[in-house]
């Protein structure tokens, strides 16, 4: 009876492993696919020092005015494994010319390529190489928000952390539907957990932010907080607002009772009409959305945003 059962156990870990080869399959060839799609703006590959280059896709507003530019820097969501930045072309171009920013569009390594926290380092060093350009791009070193949607912004909020670290003041956050604690038991977030590394610390603070400490947690950015009524993660966002908050964090957000997990992100031209997301209803807040973050982004590019900088440092490297 106990060598049928190990026969069992054996022949649904071979079905299982299977199923994972042919679902990173179908995702390299989808990977493939979105590599040579045209996009409103301009490839480039970020290098560097010892480390392959991240990929980023670069935007310039359409009417610029005098002197360098903000900078927005966007990661797209997918559960650390899918989608692309890609499927963000057409916000990325709003946000560059509604903000008059520089946009960089992330499209980071995803985890069935390098374990987190590979995924936020990058976004850190992608934000550290433009302020270290600044000139030459014609941009604001002081000037920089990083943003991103699900485990975008999960990166996003982690990038914060890594940067803070390094004396390094953003401007601001803009976390859309985040997670930002990956210890939490959200069907979700364990199902996120059971295909990553088994050896991760999850509650490092640099995978989950929530677990910061005080003195690390406000010396991160301004945040700009979207939540959905109709999301798993909702109670997750809320919990890692109000951590911000008790730091002494400044904290902005608004809910949609009644969006849907992904909506901002499904209801863009590039997403697959598939979707069940993707409908009129998740549209009109989607487009309602993108005006409230470009009005309150706004607002932290012209606030007095670097007053979490440690004493004697700036943001000229």
């Known amino acids: 009876m106990k060598e049928q059962k190990d026969e069992l156990k054996k022949q649904e870990k071979s ?10 399959e179908i995702l390299k060839k989808q990977r493939e696919r ?5 996009v409103t703006g301009e490839r480039f590959l970020v290098p560097r020092s010892g480390k ?6 670069l935007y310039r507003p359409e009417h610029a005015g005098d002197g360098p530019l903000p900078v927005f820097v966007n990661m797209h969501g997918g559960a650390w494994i899918g989608g692309d930045a890609v499927l963000m072309d057409t916000f990325c171009r709003k946000m560059a010319d509604e903000l008059g920013a520089f946009a960089v569009n992330i499209n980071y390594t995803k985890v069935d390529v390098c374990p987190l926290p590979y995924a936020q380092e990058e976004a850190a060093d992608v934000i550290l190489y433009f302020a270290e350009h600044a000139e030459q791009y014609g941009i604001n070193p002081e000037k920089i928000i990083v943003g991103g949607h699900s485990a975008g912004a ?20 803009m976390l859309v539907y985040p997670v930002a604690d990956l210890t939490r038991e959200e069907e979700v977030i364990a199902l996120a957990r059971s295909v990553m590394h088994p050896d991760i610390p999850w509650d490092d603070p640099v995978l989950s932010p929530a677990k910061a400490p005080d003195e690390v947690l406000r010396r991160t950015p301004p945040a700009l907080f979207i939540l959905c009524g109709k999301d798993e993660l909702l109670k997750s966002g809320k919990d890692y607002m109000l951590r911000l908050m008790e730091a002494g964090v400044e904290v902005k957000a608004k809910e949609y009772p009644a969006a849907e997990h992904g909506f901002l992100e499904t209801n863009q031209p590039e997403y697959p009409d598939s979707d069940p997301r993707k409908n009129a209803e998740q549209a009109v807040y989607a487009r309602d959305c993108e005006a409230y ?19 004697g440092t700036k943001n000229s490297l």
Not at 34 to 38: H, I, L, N
């Open 52 to 57: 392959p280059g991240v990929q980023t896709i």
């Open 154 to 173: 999960h990166l996003a909020c982690c990038a914060g952390i890594l940067l803070a670290g390094k004396n390094f003041a953003l401007a601001g956050e």
């Open 15 to 24: 079905t299982e492993a299977t199923g994972m080869a042919q679902s990173y």
């Open 34 to 38: 979105w590599a040579s799609q045209e």
């Open 293 to 311: 973050l470009v009005r309150e982004l706004r607002t932290f590019l012209n606030e007095n945003l670097n007053e979490n900088v440690l004493p």
